[in-house]
């Protein structure tokens, strides 16, 4: 019986957040295509818009380029701590300054995203 109202109603149940549907009309791209509905205020996105919103903006962010070879890499990587970074290379300081500053940012935003996993991007309920 479970499964028989599950086909009949093509709608499913997520942990009490989100309710998933086949053919809606997106009110962000204006597609008809599968969504899902925020249960807090019974709005429908399609599952495109629903990803770009709460995930499209986590992706892991890209870092510069190290600034010296493959090789000097893979001996830098195995011993971070050696004082021989600082003084024989010292772009690598910076470069892993410039890292750690993107990936704190990232971070933040990362943060700010899970928050808003809770609101429909429609109405913000």
């Known amino acids: 019986m479970l ?10 149940n997520h942990n009490n957040k989100f309710s998933f549907k086949d053919n809606i ?18 709005h429908y996105t399609c599952y495109n818009c ?12 890209d870092n510069p380029s190290f600034p010296y070879n493959d090789d000097i890499y ?20 910076k470069w892993d300054e410039k890292c750690d500053k993107i990936q704190d940012d990232f971070d933040i935003k990362s943060q700010k995203q899970r928050q808003l996993l809770s609101k429909c991007p429609l109405c913000k309920k």
């Open 3 to 12: 499964a028989y109202s599950f086909f009949a109603s093509n709608e499913y």
């Open 74 to 93: 893979e001996e830098w990587y195995n011993d971070t701590e050696n004082e021989k970074w600082k003084l024989e290379y010292p772009l690598i300081e």
């Open 25 to 42: 009309d997106c009110p962000i791209c204006y597609e008809t295509t599968n969504g899902v509905k925020m249960l807090k205020c019974e």
């Open 50 to 61: 629903f990803n770009e919103i709460y995930h499209g903006y986590n992706k892991e962010p």
